[in-house]
């Protein structure tokens, strides 16, 4: 409801279209830290209570790859390609998979998101599950 009407004039993903206003956020051209590995059926703000609470620590340093913002929403031929996410996850080389909710996590309910998981052990990559604040409160309650 917010990146593809604001992308549309120029086909591109969110973080195209800041780069091609000159966005301070861009204006680094960091590499990303960590790829975020999600279910697009989860809450959206469930996702960022995860990533803000995973990375509390380190919040102002921290630079995810989020496919939401980097991946053109206007175009399905960038999202099937598998070469290039299993070198995007090499290239990064740090993994974190939302696991929300996590009595029965969404992300190993999906391919896709199974398949990340699948190139991040075969890259040999660094991998993490995330949960929000209450989300760890029930699992360290339940164990």
């Not at 051209?29 to 995860?50: E, P």
């Not at 391919?111 to 990559?125: P, R």
């Given at each position: ?11 591109c ?64 031929i ?28 969404v ?28 989300e760890?409160?029930?699992f360290?309650?339940?164990?």
């Amino acid at each position: 409801k917010i990146v593809k009407p604001k992308t549309e004039r120029l086909q591109c993903s969110y973080v195209d279209l800041l780069r091609a206003i000159q966005h301070p956020a861009c204006r680094e051209g960091k590499k990303a830290d960590v790829y975020v590995s999600h279910s697009w059926a989860s809450n959206f703000l469930a996702v960022v209570d995860c990533l803000l609470h995973h990375f509390a620590d380190r919040l102002d340093t921290i630079t995810v790859w989020f496919d939401l913002f980097t991946i053109n929403q206007h175009s399905w031929i960038q999202w099937w390609n598998l070469e290039s996410t299993r070198e995007g996850i090499r290239d990064i080389g740090y993994t974190v998979m939302m696991l929300t909710p996590w009595q029965d996590p969404v992300a190993l309910t999906r391919a896709w998101c199974l398949f990340e998981l699948y190139c991040t052990h075969k890259e040999g990559c660094r991998f993490e599950v995330a949960m929000g604040t209450k989300e760890r409160e029930d699992f360290v309650a339940a164990i």
